[in-house]
Structures are given as C-alpha cells and as structure tokens.
C-alpha cells in the first residue's frame, strides 16, 4: 500500500523534479570539471570531445540541437571558443552561460616573450589556456559551481561542497608540482611544445616554453620562425620536444631533425584522453603533463 502512493506521488511530480540538470560544455576539460562539481545532478555533454582540438571546431547541425535542450553552456573563455557565439545563436539558448575563466587575469602574448612576438603571435592577444595554472582553475570551480546553483537552487549545497572537495585535490596537486619543479636547476627547466597552451604552466612553476605557434592551433608556423626556433633550441641547450596530443606531430618532427633533439611523449594541452589513458579527467592531465616535462628534465 505504501509503495502504491509512493508511486501515484511521484507521478504527480514534473519531470524536472527527479531529472538530471542538462548541461553542454565547450570542451572535454570543462565538462570534466563540470561534472566533479555536479556529480549525480547533472548530465554533461562535451562538444569537442577527448582528443579533439577546440581551436579548429565546426559545431554541426547535432550539436545545436544539443544546445538547444540545455539549461547551462559552460565554456571556457577569453577567446577559447571563437565559434560560440555563432552557436549559441543558431540554438537560441536562453539557459544559463557559465564562463568558466571569469575573473582570471589572462596571460598576454606580450608575456611570452620575445621569441613569440618573432613569431607572429599578436600582441595584446589574451592566451586562454588558464587551467594550465591550478591557481587560476580554483576561479573555474568558483563560477562553475555559482552557475550551476544559479540554473538549479535546490542543489546549492551540493554544488558548492563537491567544489570545496575538488578545490583541495586541485590545490593538492599544485603543492606537489610545485615542490616537484623546484628542486630542478632553473637553468633546466626548458620545453618545446607544439603551440603556445603551456605559458601558464610555465609562468606559475618557472618553465621556460618555447612553441612555433601561437595561442591557437589554427595559425600556421611561418619559415622564419621554424629557423628561429631552430637556433634558439640549439642555444638554449632543450633537451626534448612534446607534441600534443590533439596537434600535427609534422612540424615538430622536423623541428627536432634540424635542432638534432629527442622527442618526447605526448603533453595533453586542449582536450584530455580517452577515458582508458593517461590524461581522462583534468586531475589526471595535469599530473601526467606534469610527470611528464619532469622526465625530460631528468
């Protein structure tokens, strides 16, 4: 008998009230993120899956209807996503937009020095690549969690103690990264990478990073900065080369042919692995990548 009402009262309830909140992020490292800090109460779909590059993303006809049935569109920022607001119209999303990055002060293009400057990448182009740096991704778990509490209320304390649990794991990890690359010489700490996703990295555990690209995936290394770079490795004495998981790995190969350096394994910049490798979920990303440099450094 008691089970009989229990189920005429559930009938009687909306959809929404037992209803998983529908969320789509931009990109595999948000909808990670995202889902740490919702757990059982969201569904999470990721745009730009594992892998994938979001610089040179084309949204199709499936994910503006994707778009169009969520109540949150969590994303990163500062540029990220230069097809955004393209797909945003085209779903007439009315839901809730977290920008993950909001408040981070960005890096600037001028802050890559001068060999990035040689190499064409504009300056006073804001670098979006934040969750590079753990400091910076505890304001991604802030708005990430404000959002959410705003598109559904009634999971507030839900929301913002899953995101005081993931901010301490987050903030264990810088602890022991930054422990990890100070006991390496500075003079040491050198990385070739594929594109400019690293400098926040860099910039927070003192890592000098060279790239023959710009912020975004979608410029093209011009002749003059390959042979710029051809040299500067060779003076700065870079001991290995990391592709990225989600780049043309035919650049860089010739880069490590004509500089005569090895190459190392791969570095997950812009998208995590599968969930069976080494970088599915950001935890695990940023420590691989971490691991990882620390290896060649030996």
Sequence with gaps: MKKTLLGIALLGL??????KLPVVASFSIVADMTREIGGDRVEVVSLVGPDQDAHVFQPSPTDVKRLAGAKVFVVNGLGFEGWMGRLTRSAGFKGTLIEASKGVKPLMAEEHGEESHEQGHGHGEAD???WQDPVRVQTYIKNIAEGLSKADPEGKAVYQQRAADYGRKVSELDQWAAKAFAAVPAAQRKVLTSHDAFTYLGKRYGIQLLSPQGVSTDTEASAKAVALLVRQVKKEKVRAI????MADKRLLQQLAR???VTTGAELYADALSSPKGPAGSYLALFRYNVETILKSFR
């Design 128 to 130: 979006p690549h934040a």
């Design 14 to 19: 909306p959809l929404w009230a037992w209803a």
């Design 242 to 245: 990391f592709f990225e998981n």
């Design 258 to 260: 004509e500089a005569n």
